[in-house]
């Protein structure tokens, strides 16, 4: 059944619990790399774990009518990431400080061009840790996650407006911070369409 789509998945795991274990494979490995950026490795196992045991008990009130339940799922884990603010911006501050990104440190290999970028990632982590948690959310949902902005809207609960507003004033700002360095070469872009 893993061609199913996850309403599908979902829908069955009500009759079949360990059905759900499909929607697991399919997210965890995403889900996963997106909180150790913004928690680090320490809380991003707890992180999911709980994320995908709030989904398992939350999915009778699933909506069938979303076929992917990516924002769903990535609303869920940015809910409880909240919990956890302190220890993002401390992890964006230890970024900062060492460059050291937890999710590409160990497959990037050290030249030149590395060490600007790890410079480049220091500025950028200290810009990100400054930003509004919403507005930092909402960034990082499009940059590190790929969700759409109006994923972004579902998974945080707020207008598509909102989002849009919260991610342009968190561009702006990291643009004004970093000063020649393209934020978007690091963060990501995504044309604004619904």
Partial sequence: MSGADDASVIARSKRDPEAFAELFRRHAPDLTRYVTRKLGQDAADDVVAETFLAAFR??????AAR?????????????????????????????????????????TERSDERLSAEAARRRLAGALAALPA???????????????????????GVRLGTVRSRVNRARRKLRRELGEINPMATVGEEPVHE
């Fill in 67 to 107: 076929p992917n339940a990516r924002p769903w799922l990535y609303g869920i884990a940015t809910h409880l990431m909240s919990r956890h603010v302190r220890t993002e911006v401390r992890h964006l501050r230890a970024v900062e400080r060492t460059g050291v990104d937890p999710v590409t440190e160990p497959f």
């Fill in 134 to 156: 919403g507005h930092r959310d909402a960034l990082l949902l499009v940059a590190w996650a790929g969700l759409s902005y109006p994923e972004v809207a579902e998974a945080l």
């Fill in 58 to 63: 939350q999915r009778g009130g699933y909506d």
